[in-house]
């Protein structure tokens, strides 16, 4: 199957910074979302974003699905901003049957 | 009604025992997911629904494992004789349309605990 890459694993920010935190993907993929897990575990969706750029507030995304991987951009983060961050993709083109890589864990110090 | 919600949020079982857990999609959505999530990683696809239509059940690990989304609205996802292993989070996820673009709304999750 599709195998999905986070990188890095873990990341500490003084409030304020700014961060990417990236995704690669093995295969094309079709569909491809980014998620933040908060601390009480409520996975909320970010992006939809299979290709080209988006952009929420803070938060942008790019995916180059020629290359194979897509970056998720925060800045001026906050400490709401901690949690887990979640790339997912979906390469069958039949249904969203995402597959999750294994989160990156961002801790926001005040 | 305005989201994915999931009953009950904790659930402590004996092993050998039978769960059932509830989801009740955002009104309208046509796709329903589940899916596990084991302490410290990325949630893992169990099974798809659009509608009633149970269209992949392909990430269910066991026959002890059964879904159900008989009116095409709330799901039911039983586990049968649970095990250790099975101790996860489970969430359920639905989205609007039936193909294609699917944007996925989670529930907050069902965690459950087998002793």
């Known amino acids: 199957g599709i195998q999905v890459e986070q990188s890095p694993p873990d990341l500490i920010l003084q409030e304020g910074a700014n961060s990417t935190l990236r995704c690669n993907f093995s295969?094309?993929?079709?569909?491809l979302q980014w998620f933040h897990q908060n601390p009480w575990g409520q996975l909320i969706n970010l992006f939809y974003i299979p290709s080209g750029t988006k952009q929420n507030g803070r938060l942008s995304a790019t995916t180059v699905a020629t290359e194979r991987y897509s970056l998720l951009y925060i800045s001026s983060s906050q400490t709401t901003d901690s949690g887990v961050y979640f790339c997912a993709v979906d390469h069958t083109g039949a249904n969203s049957k995402l597959t999750f890589g294994k989160g990156i864990t961002l801790s926001v110090r005040p | 009604g305005a989201g994915v919600s999931q009953s009950p949020r904790y659930k402590v079982a004996k092993r050998g025992q039978d769960v059932a857990l509830r989801c009740d999609p955002i009104?309208?959505?046509?796709?329903l997911f589940w899916y596990q999530q084991a302490l410290g990683q990325g949630p893992e696809f169990l099974t798809y629904?659009?509608?009633?239509?149970?269209?992949?059940k392909s990430g269910l690990p066991s026959d002890r494992f059964f879904a159900e989304r008989p009116e095409g609205s709330v799901s039911t996802l039983k586990i049968q004789r649970t095990q250790q292993e099975d101790s996860a989070v489970y969430l359920c996820a639905s989205s609007l349309s039936g193909v294609g673009a699917n944007v996925l709304t989670f529930g907050a999750g069902s965690r459950l605990t087998v002793l």
């Open positions: 009104s309208g959505h046509v796709s």
């Open positions: 295969d094309s993929v079709n569909n």
């Open positions: 629904f659009q509608n009633e239509a149970q269209l992949d």
